[in-house]
């Protein structure tokens, strides 16, 4: 073979090893994607898609369609502004409790993406995407990293973040870093007292997260509201004891330190139990741990246990509870806004197991729930009889109070937007439930990130508001522009906080038979009293508490 054809043999060689080399070294570090938007990792699909994409998550198939259909119709019609919202939470579990949750959060979303997006035509409206960041938001940095360069993208124009139901330390750092790149993040379902800005009576208070906007109480205000319900001389300290979770946990920590700062009268009770956990949603040993708390409580006399740990590890600690023979005793467990999904937890033996076999309940979970569907005609009805029983029927009637109509109003247009969706043949999965809460204040969250859009929007009818400008509206939504919330009144303080959010507390009966009852009690407010007139929030408040 002539020398001049072994040279270009050799290389060809060469390059076709080249270019086979690149190729295998392409596909190899190729991300293994899930969908657009969405890479796998860790056997997780962890990222963002606002198409219809389900992460693997049957049970919020039909309602992620829902929403790519409303999202085609503005991405349909470029006359008209729009900007992208992400609901950011995690929407991937082997657990088909969790799985139901994650289908009541986004129906909220879904119906609050409806109601802002409705109103009378004011832009801009509102493209919502959904952002998974992974089981306990251990991915967030990567979904993080992509919503920052939305927020720089003309053509994605992320003006907010919204979801985030666990308060952890990663759900903290996730808030912390959108917030540092000044993207306005509204926490529909996060009661962490730490994954919040501090409220001074003179002002002072730097905001930890600027651009951060809370629509639940904190944990702090929470416990506060329930001592104010139930009248902090209404219980003997020998006859209350509180269980918590050692566990690092935002959520757990902060709900610790609310009960344990609950005055009560008498000689002291038994000293604070607590117990470790492998994670949220994971029991591992708790129910040996549980044994034992449960028998020490016996014979400690306490007959009302504050439990300061996630839902998972309630349900344990409550059937552990009604094993332990106790001379009949019944007991009380008071727990925190996550106890709103016990019910979702429990099975008919469940059941049977805390009634005992007379039939009579041995266990009753109260809890401040975030919000409740029988709260506003509830306490109207309470109100109106209260009124009759103290004034003669000749009085004039005074004007029903601001803070339970305006609620009542917007719960039932929560509620005729659901009829609506139905009436279209819209699926969502399954009619939405709105006991557990979760609907509700999600839809109220984007209702809420809705109006604040709407005030942000300057200029021409093309124009769309900058994140710094949507951030800095939170302040502003008090007063005349408080918004009438499914949940009750949101007006929020110069640093993004509820200022006295009313707390629905519940009961979660066991009953005679079939499944535990949920009853509505009656509204904690964490200043001790209802909101001002038109949410005029007083100078020199503060609900620091943290």
């Not at 369609?65 to 999202?71: H, L, P, Q, S, T």
């Not at 000044?182 to 926490?187: A, C, D, R, S």
């Not at 690092?248 to 607590?274: C, H, N």
């Amino acid at each position: 073979m002539p020398k001049w054809k072994k040279i270009l043999y050799a290389l060809l060689t060469v390059a076709a090893v080249a270019v086979a080399t690149f190729a295998i070294r392409s596909f190899v570090l190729k991300p293994d994607t899930c969908a657009e938007g969405v890479e796998r990792i860790d056997g997780e699909c962890v990222g963002i898609n606002g198409q219809g994409y389900d992460f693997g998550t049957p049970e919020i198939h039909d309602v992620a369609k829902a929403i790519a259909r409303e999202n085609k119709k503005l991405e349909n019609k470029p006359d008209e502004p729009y900007v992208t919202v992400a609901m950011m939470l995690p929407l991937q579990s082997d657990k088909a409790a969790l799985r139901r949750q994650m289908r009541s959060d986004l129906q909220g979303a879904y119906l609050g993406q409806r109601q802002a997006n409705g109103g009378e035509g004011e832009p801009p409206k509102i493209r919502l995407v959904l952002a998974n960041p992974g089981r306990a938001y251990h991915q967030q940095g990567k979904v993080v990293d992509a919503l920052v360069r939305m927020a720089d993208s003309s053509k994605d124009r992320l003006r907010a973040v919204t979801g985030f139901n666990l308060s952890l330390e990663d759900t903290e750092t996730a808030v912390q870093r959108l917030t540092q790149h000044k993207i306005p993040v509204l926490g529909s379902r996060i009661s962490g007292d730490l994954i919040a800005n501090k409220d001074r009576a003179d002002g002072s208070a730097k905001a930890r997260f600027p651009g951060l906007a809370r629509i639940i109480p904190t944990n702090h205000e929470a416990a506060q509201a329930l001592a104010n319900f139930t009248g902090e001389r209404g219980r003997e300290d020998r006859k209350t004891v509180l269980v918590y979770d050692k566990r690092r946990d935002v959520y757990s920590q902060s709900l610790a330190k609310a009960f344990s700062g609950i005055k009560e009268t008498g000689p002291p009770g038994p000293a604070a139990m607590p117990f470790e956990s492998p994670g949220i949603d994971e029991p591992g040993s708790t129910g040996n741990q549980f044994t034992q708390t449960a028998n020490n409580i016996c014979d400690s006399g306490a007959d009302t246990v504050y439990f300061a740990g996630r839902t998972t590890h309630l349900r344990l600690f409550a059937l552990k509870l009604a094993q332990v023979d106790c001379q009949n005793r019944h007991y009380t467990l008071i727990s925190g806004s996550d106890a709103a999904s016990l019910r979702q937890d429990m099975s008919a033996k469940d059941w049977e197991r805390l009634r005992g076999e007379d039939g009579q309940a041995k266990v009753t979970v109260q809890y401040a729930a975030p919000a409740h569907p029988d709260a506003w005609s509830r306490a109207l009805a309470d109100w109106r009889e209260d009124w009759d029983a103290h004034h003669d029927r000749k009085s004039a009637k005074k004007d029903l109070p601001q803070y339970l109509t305006e609620p009542r109003t917007a719960l039932e247009t929560l509620k005729k937007r659901i009829r609506t969706t139905r009436d279209e043949g819209v699926k969502l999965g399954s009619v939405p439930d709105l006991e557990d809460s979760r609907t509700m204040l999600v839809y109220d969250g984007l209702v809420t990130v809705g109006k604040a859009l709407h005030l942000a929007q300057q200029g021409g009818a093309k124009e769309v508001p900058g994140r710094e400008d949507v951030g800095g509206q939170w302040s502003r939504l008090q007063s005349r522009h408080r918004v009438p919330g499914a949940s009750g009144l949101i007006c929020l303080t110069s640093n993004g906080n509820p200022y006295d959010k009313p707390v629905a507390v519940v009961n979660l009966d066991p009953g005679r038979e079939g499944r535990g009852k949920l009853k509505f009690v009656g509204l904690g407010w964490s200043t001790g009293g209802p909101q001002p007139k038109n949410c005029v929030i007083p100078s020199g408040s503060s609900q620091d508490g943290q």
